[in-house]
């Protein structure tokens, strides 16, 4: 990654520890090809389920049990 660029993204995971659903907001190394670089060291304990371009920040949502449907 020799022109040290970076993007602002937001990475959703879940915590192998708990299995809580969490996010990170920072900036990442990406690649000459535009591919977002994750440190082995950001990954250990955690299970990537999303990289976002940008700030994102999740809502909560409470889930009707009767169909499943979110409630915002």
Sequence with gaps: MPD????NVTVIYFDSDTLELKHHIGEFPVLAEGRVV????????KSIVAVCEGEHQ???????????SAWL
């Design 4 to 7: 040290n660029k970076t993007m």
């Design 38 to 45: 994750l440190s082995d060291q950001f990954k250990n304990g």
């Design 58 to 68: 999740p809502l909560d949502i409470e889930l009707n049990n009767n169909n499943d």
